[in-house]
């Protein structure tokens, strides 16, 4: 039984890292387009 609770918590923490790499991607992807638009703005 505990192998079973801690294969399922391992997995788990696994999708997180999955969405927090993946919210962290988009984010900077979303911050060097807006640092592109912010750029061209002032020049």
Avoid: N, P, W, Y
Avoid at 9 to 26: E, G
């Amino acid at each position: 039984i505990d192998d079973h609770q801690s294969s399922r918590l391992s997995s788990s923490l696994t999708v997180q890292q999955k969405i927090k790499s993946a919210t962290i991607h988009a984010a900077s992807k979303v911050f060097i387009t807006f640092e592109k638009l912010l750029g061209r703005g002032g020049v």
